[in-house]
Nanobody, 111 residues
Framework: QVQLVESGGGLAQVGGSLRLSCTISGATFSDKAPGWYRQAPGKQRELVAIINREYRTVYADSVKGRFTISRDNAKNTVYLQMNSLKPEDTAVYYC?????WGQGTQVTVSP
């Protein structure tokens, strides 16, 4: 059974930074393409970033140049470094691999 445990959310000011972490167990992490998604109140869940086994990355246009996804296969962990945060980044952020999801971590950006 695949389990994903997220951490690192919280409150940040506009222009600030946060780093999210997601540790994955129950799967061969190095073979997977983990990603980060987010869901703001009243909106659909959307892709933020994904990184494949070759370390190739894809980002939503709204976060390009501000967010960086990375992975550490030795720690079975995927990260999301979020810089230059904006109020519109406020959402619950979810880690995903295949059909499994983390519990979500709240990110709130205050003006």
């Amino acid at each position: 059974q695949v389990q994903l445990v997220e951490s690192g959310g919280g409150l940040a000011q506009v222009g600030g930074s946060l780093r999210l972490s997601c540790t994955i167990s129950g799967a061969t992490f190095s073979d997977k393409a983990p990603g980060w998604y987010r869901q703001a109140p009243g909106k659909q869940r959307e892709l933020v970033a994904i990184i494949n086994r070759e370390y190739r990355t894809v980002y939503a246009d709204s976060v390009k140049g501000r967010f960086t996804i990375s992975r550490d296969n030795a720690k079975n962990t995927v990260y999301l470094q979020m810089n230059s945060l904006k109020p519109e980044d406020t959402a619950v952020y979810y880690c995903n691999v295949d059909f499994s999801w983390g519990q979500g971590t709240q990110v709130t950006v205050s003006p």
